[in-house]
């Protein structure tokens, strides 16, 4: 992966919103909104420390909470459909878009933050992958933990 803090460097960033706060030990399973606003505000503040471009991408439907957060070099989507790797499909299609300006002539430069192996096998030869585990030690989050799991009644 291209160092993405060398001075005049620009990267864009694709994030899989819900797989990296999914990576997290935060309790985010508690309150799935309130986790992923947490998560877009130190994105935001990452973003402004770089001119990088980012575009985060969530499952689900548009929530204000967390939209209200975008702007400057942040964009955040929501998955336009329901439904399994809606949001993944959703970072294909714009990664795709992003590749495909004429001014582009490979994928140097473009990285896709996820630790979702189908999502990653399906992005254009090139493309750069970080781990979901690896983007939170860059924010400076935690990492690890799973929801616990529910026993039986």
Do not use: C
């Amino acid at each position: 992966m291209s160092d993405a803090s060398a001075p005049g460097h620009r990267t864009t960033w694709f994030v899989d919103g819900s797989n990296v706060v999914g990576a997290g030990a935060d309790g985010w399973w508690n309150d799935r909104t309130a986790a992923f606003a947490r998560f877009a505000t130190v994105l935001a503040g990452w973003t402004n420390a770089h001119e990088d471009q980012v575009v985060l991408v969530f499952d689900g439907a548009s929530e204000p909470s967390i939209a209200v957060v975008a702007g400057g070099d942040l964009r955040i989507e929501f998955a336009p459909r329901r439904g399994r790797d809606a949001a993944d499909d959703r970072i294909v299609e714009l990664v795709e878009a992003h590749l495909g300006d004429p001014r582009r002539r490979d994928a140097e430069g473009v990285v896709v933050v996820t630790s979702d192996r189908g999502l990653a096998d399906r992005l254009r030869s090139g493309v750069s992958v970080e781990g979901a585990g690896t983007f939170r030690r860059r924010l400076g989050l935690d990492v690890g933990g799973r929801p616990p799991r529910r026993g039986r009644s």
